[in-house]
T-cell receptor
């Protein structure tokens, strides 16, 4: 069973519009939650990292939220650009000595002009 | 170098052959990770090195997979008797620091392995 579930699986929006991607996880306890952006044919690039005590973190037009009680996170993209077209992956880090990263399957976002 | 580099970028091989995938981490990063990413999926953990030693190899799928990091820098992922199911993108990442917790991992571009 995947411990990190993302929705939607894919999304198409028009340039300039906002969108929100969802992440539900069952990893517990966890150390931090990360959102990565992965362009086609490239490795993932970190957007935000939040510890369990943080509720929100922004990086430019990207804003991530975290509700550790309900084990949910979201990534909100404001005023989308064509370059936002990519896969967005939610990643939860186990706590303790392992610190292993558990990856979601990603949401593929396509921004159209 | 400026980032994590991986070679080759693409590798096509025949079933049953042996392959080696190379990863050059960011200079000074003590931790190195290998992941495997199938089409439409998120990366899956394979192995984690701290320095020269494999601190966690619990993600290696079977004994055909092996990885080394003899000098604590460059790492090589080795796959013996390749199978078609091994076809995937193999990602390498490195991080600064002696633990995995809260250390940001920087990913390379990956090696796309195709087993015919």
């Amino acid at each position: 069973k995947n411990q990190v579930e993302q929705s939607p699986q894919s999304l198409i929006i028009l340039e300039g519009k906002n969108c929100t991607l969802q992440c539900n996880y069952t990893v517990s306890p966890f150390s931090n939650l990360r959102w990565y952006k992965q362009d086609t044919g490239r490795g993932p690039v970190s957007l935000t990292i939040m510890t369990f005590s943080e509720n929100t973190k922004s990086n430019g037009r990207y804003t991530a939220t975290l509700d550790a009680d309900t084990k949910q996170s979201s990534l909100h993209i404001t005023a989308s650009q064509l370059s936002d077209s990519a896969s967005y992956i939610c990643v939860v880090s186990e706590t303790g000595n392992t610190g292993k990263l558990i990856f979601g399957q990603g949401t593929t976002l396509q921004v159209k002009p | 170098g400026a980032g994590v580099s991986q070679t080759p970028s693409n590798k096509v091989t025949e079933k049953g052959k042996y392959v080696e995938l190379r990863c050059d981490p960011i200079s000074g990063h003590t931790a190195l990770y290998w992941y495997r990413q199938s089409l439409g999926q998120g990366p899956e953990f394979l192995i984690y090195f701290q320095g020269t030693g494999a601190a966690d190899d619990s993600g290696l799928p079977n004994d055909r997979f092996f990885a080394v990091r003899p000098e604590g820098s460059v790492s090589t992922l080795k796959i013996q008797r390749t199978e078609r199911g091994d076809s995937a993108v193999y990602l390498c990442a490195s991080s600064l620091g002696r633990t995995r917790v809260n250390n940001e991992q920087f990913f390379g571009p990956g090696t796309r392995l195709t087993v015919l």
